[in-house]
């Protein structure tokens, strides 16, 4: 399984984003899908996850009624649409699939409990 992400950059507080993560792989559909971030040194944080075909979504609490995940499993897409960002935003993002969950709940905000990880987009709140 791969995981592709893209759409950061460098966007001014109160700014919108949305991140794209494209997922390869024969039962990539199957799995749970993530968005965590990690800033300077800082740990990894949960942001939001959604199940593979039910739609449940679950959302860290630093991002509730800001963020918003949703998935397209025709095109094998995750999305994160972000809105009201904050330069606290600022982090690499990534993308993330648990192949045990599915449409398990709850979910997992545990990073451990995903088993493929893209290689992360940078975004940058600042004036």
């Known amino acids: 399984v791969r995981l592709v992400e893209s759409g950061g950059g460098l966007v001014q507080p109160g700014g919108s984003l949305r991140l794209s993560c494209v997922v390869s792989g024969r039962t990539s559909s199957t799995y749970a899908l993530a968005w965590f971030r990690q800033a300077p040194g800082k740990e990894r944080e949960f942001l939001s996850a959604?199940?593979?075909?039910?739609?449940?979504?679950w959302y860290g609490d630093s991002v509730k009624g800001r963020f918003m995940i949703s998935r397209d499993n025709t095109d094998n897409a995750l999305y994160l649409h972000m809105n009201n960002l904050k330069p606290e935003d600022t982090a690499h993002y990534y993308c993330?699939?648990?192949?045990?969950?599915?449409?398990?709940?709850?979910?997992?905000?545990?990073?451990?409990?995903?088993?493929?990880w893209g290689q992360g987009t940078l975004v940058t709140v600042s004036s």
């Open positions: 993330a699939a648990d192949s045990v969950r599915g449409n398990s709940w709850p979910l997992s905000a545990h990073a451990l409990s995903y088993d493929y």
């Open positions: 959604i199940s593979c075909s039910t739609g449940r979504t």
